[in-house]
């Protein structure tokens, strides 16, 4: 019985994250104003020049982090960044670099970002949520 309900667990969480990267796609085809092969693509990170943390933040992961999606950690929430702080920066970067448990994907919603720029979403992320 127990594994039915983790798979129900895990079930909900892909659902969630679905819905959650479906709201993104489309809001970035609505705020290009359609699509067409005529047109320079354009990234959900891609609005100015200058790198900025908390913009990507807002941009790039705050769907999922503000709301919960799939069980993200809250931003803002000590309770919800605290164990995953203690593990060390290092292994919350790989997290983001690489993606998180088939729930989060690689580079969470910053396709375009380096690995330094989500280091410093992190620090951002950390900064405002712990420390």
Sequence with gaps: MRDVRDINVKLKNLVKTGVALSGLILASVVSVGGVSADQ????????????????????SCAACHNSGAAGAPKFGNADDWSARAEKGKETLYESTINGYNNIMPPKGMCFTCSDDELKAVVDYILAESVE
């Excluded at 354009?42 to 941009?59: G, H, I, K, N, P």
């Design 40 to 59: 320079p693509s354009m990234t959900l990170a891609q609005v100015s020049e200058d790198f900025s943390a908390e913009r990507t933040y807002q941009q």
